[in-house]
């Protein structure tokens, strides 16, 4: 929703890659350039073995991370990239699997809740009131009313990842409605014609209207 209340007529369907929200490190690859929550997670995890050397942690995944990464690949006898994916984040004991697993089951555990104008409870949701209660129900997060708020709020990112949040301009004016992205290129939102519902995130509609994704903690 773009105010508390704006009534939105859902039919469509965007497009992205990866798979984060909070804690979730490891369900989406990492590399250079990659600017994302995670990677810091992913530093101060390597920091906490002894890999990671500069002063500070940041978002961006730059040279000192591509080393850090390097060097941890290295020692463990994996293939030498400096890409953090699914071969390091097992190194380095990370469980995508679990870390992404509550967003979503949340998430989907109210799909068929009718839409509601201004809504913010089971019993109807409107698009910013659906996003606002299952954050709080399985991140313990919690987010603005209205999506230019959640909007404001959020920290971007190149590309969407499971427990990010896809924002779509489809009044003209700036985000007017939004979903949680749970992988496989689908979000899951509070549609004024469906009530929630998953959506794809390929079709034409979608991706028109699509502004950017955005992670929380």
Not at 7 to 16: E, H, Q, T, Y
Not at 117 to 122: D, F, I, K, L, Q
Not at 186 to 210: D, P
Request: glycine content about 12%; some cysteine; proline content about 3%.
């Amino acid at each position: 929703m773009k105010k508390a209340a704006a009534g939105l007529a859902i039919a469509g369907i965007v497009a992205f890659n990866p798979i984060v929200g909070e804690a979730a490190l490891g369900d989406q690859t990492l590399k250079p350039g990659t600017q994302h929550s995670d990677v810091q997670d992913l530093q101060q995890t390597l920091d906490k073995k002894g890999y990671f050397s500069y002063s500070k942690t940041t978002d961006y995944y730059g040279n000192y991370t591509t080393d850090a990464v390097k060097k941890f690949q290295a020692e463990k006898g994996i293939t030498v990239d400096g890409i953090a994916g699914d071969e390091t984040f097992k190194s380095l004991g990370i469980d995508a699997t679990e870390s992404n697993s509550s967003i979503v089951e949340v998430a989907k555990k109210y799909e068929g809740t009718p839409y509601q104008w201004g809504g913010e409870s089971p019993d109807g949701f409107d698009c910013s009131g659906y996003l606002q209660y299952i954050f709080d129900e399985a991140e313990n997060v919690e987010l603005p009313r209205t999506v230019d708020d959640i909007y404001a709020k959020g920290t971007k990112v190149d590309s969407p990842a499971v427990g990010d949040i896809v924002f779509f301009n489809l009044e003209g004016d700036g985000p007017s409605h939004a979903g949680v992205y749970i992988g496989n290129d689908q979000f899951v939102h509070a549609s004024s014609s469906k009530g929630v519902t998953t959506a794809e995130l390929n079709g034409s509609y979608w991706s028109e209207n699509y502004i950017g994704a955005k992670s929380y903690e």
